[in-house]
C-alpha cells in the first residue's frame, strides 16, 4: 500500500497552500480557512479505503493537487477561458469537506478517523472510517459550509464546479445534466476523474 513520508506530506502541505497566494482579493479569507482547518487537513486521507483512492495519510492534499495540476493541463491543451485563480479554488477545495467539520466554537473534529479494527483493515481495505459524532453533509455541501464560514467569497461557477465536482455519477446531480453545469464544473469533475484513475494505478502498481 502507498504511503507518504513526513517530509513528502510537508512539501505537498506548502505547495498546495502556496497556491492560495495568487488569490488576490481573496487569499486572506483562503488563509484564514487553511488555517482553521490546518492539521485535518494537511493529513487527511482522500477516502475511507484502499482500493478506492489515496487512502492514507496525506492523501487529500495529494490528491487535490493532481486535480489542479490535470485541470490547468485541460485548460492549456482546449484553450478553455477559464481562470487560474478559480481553478485553484475549486480544484484545491473540491473535497475539503473531507478533512473536518468546524462547529459553532470553532472546535475541529476529523471527518475521517483510524480504523480501530485490524480485521476490517487487514479484510476488508477499510483504513479508515468516517465520524459519526459530526453533523451529516454531503461531502461537497460541508466543503462549502467551509469556505464561507471563513468568508472565502465563491463566484457562480467556483460554487457550482465544488458542488458538483462528483460529476453526473451521484443521484444528486442529476438535475443537472445535459451541459446544465457551468464549464468549470466539467473541468474540475473531469480533472478529478483522471486523478483518481492515476491514483488508483498507482495503488495496484504498489501490491
Given at each position: ?10 512539501k505537498?502541505?506548502n505547495?498546495?497552500?502556496g497556491?492560495?497566494?495568487q488569490?488576490?482579493?481573496?487569499t ?5 480557512l487553511?488555517e ?24 487529500l ?5 493532481r ?5 490547468l493541463?485541460l ?8 481562470s487560474?485563480?478559480?481553478?485553484i ?5 473540491h473535497d ?19 480504523n480501530e479494527?485490524?480485521?476490517?483493515k ?11 459524532k459530526?453533523?451529516y ?6 466543503s462549502?459550509?467551509l469556505?464561507?464560514k471563513f468568508?472565502?467569497?465563491?463566484t457562480?461557477?467556483?460554487f ?19 451541459c446544465k453545469e457551468p ?7 473531469t480533472?478529478?476523474?483522471l486523478a483518481?484513475?492515476e ?9
Amino acid at each position: 500500500m502507498r504511503e507518504l513520508t513526513p517530509e513528502q506530506i510537508e512539501k505537498n502541505w506548502n505547495q498546495y497552500c502556496g497556491f492560495f497566494e495568487q488569490l488576490g482579493e481573496r487569499t486572506e479569507a483562503a488563509k484564514k480557512l487553511l488555517e482553521a482547518v490546518g492539521e485535518s487537513l494537511a493529513s487527511a486521507p482522500a477516502s475511507s479505503r484502499n482500493y478506492y483512492h489515496n487512502s492514507f495519510i496525506g492523501g487529500l492534499v495529494e490528491h487535490s493537487l493532481r486535480v489542479l495540476k490535470n485541470a490547468l493541463k485541460l485548460k492549456k491543451t482546449f484553450a478553455y477561458d477559464v481562470s487560474n485563480e478559480s481553478l485553484i479554488i475549486a480544484c484545491l477545495f473540491h473535497d475539503l469537506g473531507k478533512a473536518c467539520f468546524i462547529d459553532g466554537s470553532g472546535n475541529r473534529h476529523d471527518y475521517y478517523l483510524p480504523n480501530e479494527s485490524e480485521w476490517h483493515k487487514d479484510k476488508c481495505g477499510e483504513m479508515f472510517v468516517t465520524n459519526e459524532k459530526i453533523p451529516y453533509m454531503l461531502v461537497p455541501h460541508r466543503s462549502l459550509f467551509l469556505c464561507q464560514k471563513f468568508g472565502l467569497t465563491l463566484t457562480y461557477d467556483e460554487f457550482m464546479a465544488i458542488l458538483l465536482n462528483d460529476g453526473q455519477f451521484v443521484d444528486e446531480n442529476k438535475a443537472y445534466r445535459g451541459c446544465k453545469e457551468p464549464l468549470l464544473a466539467t473541468i474540475v469533475h473531469t480533472a478529478d476523474y483522471l486523478a483518481t484513475r492515476e491514483e488508483k494505478e498507482l495503488y495496484n502498481s504498489s501490491i
